[in-house]
């Protein structure tokens, strides 16, 4: 009958195709009759010799016979053949591009931590939050990022934050962390994403090409040397570019745009105090419109440069004292008000944006 075949001669059964294969007729001889009706999840329909092709590693299909597979977005990464979805990188982590393939393709904080000394021994990485550490760290490396760790669990008692790069080979004796923790979260600093123009993005070794592939030049070799002795993304000329880039190699090509993930905590939102607040949001919770920090009118201060302020009206917290952002108003009876961007968290904001 159709989707069998009888290839073992003077048997009297058949023999199924293999799942999700038919045959075209009855009375088929040969394994090599059946065929994809549909191409099933995790294949393609090859358009030129009408079979189902597997999706390779960093491609998936969710839908039965797809035309073509489709890449990993940024952020997820698929090391597996034949899927219907790809995996998510680590909640603050990101890739360079579509189609990722492995974990190490994604981009963010990474904590090491060893069970025994000068990281030896049983090794753990960490990339998010680990609110109980179900082992006795002897040593540990902060290979990219920051971490906030503390000596207790569900982050209490002593907490301290470790910042790239640093390693600790003793935690029972050193200067650096005193401690070993038992829980720790990690952290988004400005390596990782740019904020508005990306004038204050710090230049880091993850990004290092443009968007076309091309590699960045030595910033020294440049009109922009005070950005340093490497060739990493940076927008050392706001006022003219809106992005992280850099000079290229190609005679062709001066200079391109990085493709450095935008932030989203930080700019869409606030997290802390709002100290590190860098969004656009420049009316208060009260209604009332902020005053330009530069500006003294109506209202005089002492906060015109520095810490997130300039000349702009956007929602800061620049003296690091107060318990959100806030701004001046232009309201000559209303000295200053609370701005209200919303509080970070992980289940309304994304960590970064394309």
């Not at 189609?99 to 990339?127: F, K, R």
């Not at 990022?145 to 569900?154: A, D, P």
């Not at 690091?320 to 919303?342: H, I």
Request: proline residues 7%; contains cysteine; charged residues 20%.
């Amino acid at each position: 009958s159709s989707g069998i075949n009888a290839e073992y001669g003077g048997g009297n059964t058949c023999v199924s195709c293999p799942d999700g294969k038919t045959t075209k007729a009855e009375a088929a001889t040969s394994v090599d009759s059946c065929y994809w009706e549909q191409c099933p999840i995790g294949y393609h329909r090859n358009s030129e010799t009408n079979g189902c092709d597997e999706c390779p590693q960093g491609t998936f299909t969710d839908t039965v016979e797809s035309p073509e597979c489709q890449p990993c977005a940024m952020g997820f990464f698929n090391p597996i053949r034949r899927q219907r979805k790809c995996l998510q990188c680590p909640s603050k982590h990101w890739t360079r591009s579509i189609g990722s393939i492995h974990q190490t393709d994604c981009i963010g904080p990474v904590l090491v931590m060893c069970e025994g000394v000068n990281m030896t021994g049983v090794c753990h990485a960490h990339y998010d939050r680990e609110l109980q550490v179900p082992y006795t760290a002897k040593s540990l490396e902060v290979q990219a990022g920051k971490f906030k760790v503390c000596s207790g669990k569900n982050m209490y008692l002593r907490c301290a934050t470790v910042t790239y790069p640093l390693r600790v080979d003793d935690l029972s004796d050193s200067s650096q962390l005193a401690f070993s923790p038992l829980s720790l979260e990690s952290d988004i600093d400005d390596s990782f994403c740019y904020e508005n123009k990306g004038e204050e993005y710090t230049p880091s070794r993850f990004y290092n090409a443009t968007i076309s592939g091309h590699g960045c030049k030595n910033w020294l070799n440049t009109q922009h040397p005070e950005v340093g002795d490497n060739t990493f993304c940076a927008n050392p000329d706001p006022s003219k570019k809106t992005q992280p880039w850099c000079y290229t190699h190609d005679p062709e090509v001066e200079w391109e745009y990085c493709q450095v993930p935008k932030c989203v905590w930080d700019y869409e939102c606030y997290t802390g105090n709002g100290f590190e607040y860098r969004g656009r949001l420049a009316r208060t919770e009260q209604g009332y419109t902020c005053q330009n920090w530069q500006s003294d009118w109506p209202h005089p201060h002492g906060y015109h440069n520095g810490n997130g302020v300039g000349d702009h009206n956007y929602g800061r917290n620049p003296g690091n004292s107060e318990r959100a952002p806030w701004c001046f108003t232009t309201n000559l009876f209303k000295r200053w008000d609370y701005v209200n961007p919303g509080r970070c968290s992980r289940e309304k904001f994304p960590f970064y944006r394309d």
